[in-house]
């Protein structure tokens, strides 16, 4: 069989505010099924490491023990190419929404570039991700479940959008057809997708030259950023095209400045 067109070592699952231990030992034990092993927890909001994770984690101890902490997504996601948000709720304001399936079949294409990473950010039990949450994402994704019992357990979430992610890495093993993409927009690229890191930092500059300019209230914000964040995450700029837009935000500041 050819090698398969990506690695899982590039998907990482990102798990905010978790609350019961046993979830996480849970969520552990479906990586490790499906062959993944990059886990971050987001300001969880229990111990780690208890006798009910560790029973629960069935043999993932290793992942349990080596699972990263951080204290904002932010920083679990900052290196990631492509943020999923799994969202079972619907939103005031649409964003791209995939099912686990078809987020599987885009990931031969997503990361055909070694230095890939898609981050798989999972919400607390009882509450899911904030709006502000997914507003960092460059796509939601939806399990459709039954509509009259649609809440699943975290372990199970996890599971699902794992298994999917996994036959598509088989699948991509397996001879391609001719026409296969090799990349997000069915060419080699010339620069590498923007990762989240860079996104948020020309977020931070877009913001204060509309404020700047007076274009942008922070008092009446209208939705504004949310919907420019749309926009450009689903646009999904490359490195050098985000150098590009803040070099045209810079040069409106010194306008500003007079200089």
Known sequence: MPRPAFSLDQLRIVLIGTSHPGNIGAVCRAMKNMGLGDLALVAPRCEIQTSDSIARASGADALLIGARRHETLEAAVADATLVVGASARSRT??????????????LPAELADPQGRVALVFGREDSGLTNAELQHCHRHVHIPTNPDFSSLNLAAAVQVVAYECRQAWLDSGEPAGAGSETAPFGIDWDHPPASHDDLERYFAHLERVLIATGFHDPQRPRQLMARLRRLYLRARPDTQEISILRGILSAVEKRIDGR
């Open 93 to 106: 304001l649409p964003w791209p929404m995939i099912t686990p399936r078809a987020l599987g079949e885009s």
